[in-house]
């Protein structure tokens, strides 16, 4: 299993951020999903054993607003609401600077919210260091 699951539906923003992790050293530790639905499904099955181990699920989701099929806060209500999941860190990485979804996001569980930066050079340092805080710095619950 990956410890970053992107869910992106941008092509654009998808390739920024893979490279921006390749760059980094984490691109090998990725999987790249493109909708909601998706994202559930891949956390889905990596925790659908009863006695699932938390090392088989992503250590983080990076996760866009604007997704085709399903939303994204449709997708961290789901991510937070189960027990299995809700440890898991969500990042929010969206081009959104809605209030309300700033709001939302936060009180549905949301583990930070960042806007998008639009130029590309910006856009990697900023998921450099997403990355770089995460899986490196944070000490996740049970550690």
């Known amino acids: 299993m990956a410890e970053i699951l992107l869910v992106e ?46 090392q088989n699920l992503p250590r983080i989701i990076l996760l866009d607003l604007r997704l ?7 997708v961290l209500r789901q991510l937070k609401s189960d027990d299995r999941t809700r440890s898991i860190p969500v990042i929010v990485l969206t081009s959104s600077k809605l209030a309300i979804e700033i709001v939302e996001s936060y009180k549905m569980g949301v583990n930070s919210y960042v806007i998008k930066p639009t130029e590309p050079s910006q856009f990697e340092e900023v998921v450099s260091a997403i990355g770089h805080y995460w899986l490196a710095i944070n000490e996740p619950p049970g550690a």
């Open 9 to 54: 539906d941008d092509p654009r923003d998808a390739e920024l951020t893979l490279h921006a992790l390749k760059r980094c050293g984490l691109a090998h530790r990725v999987e790249h999903v493109t909708d909601g639905e998706s994202a559930l499904e891949y956390v889905s099955s990596a925790s659908q054993f009863p006695n699932a181990q938390p």
């Open 68 to 74: 085709h099929k399903m939303g994204g806060l449709h």
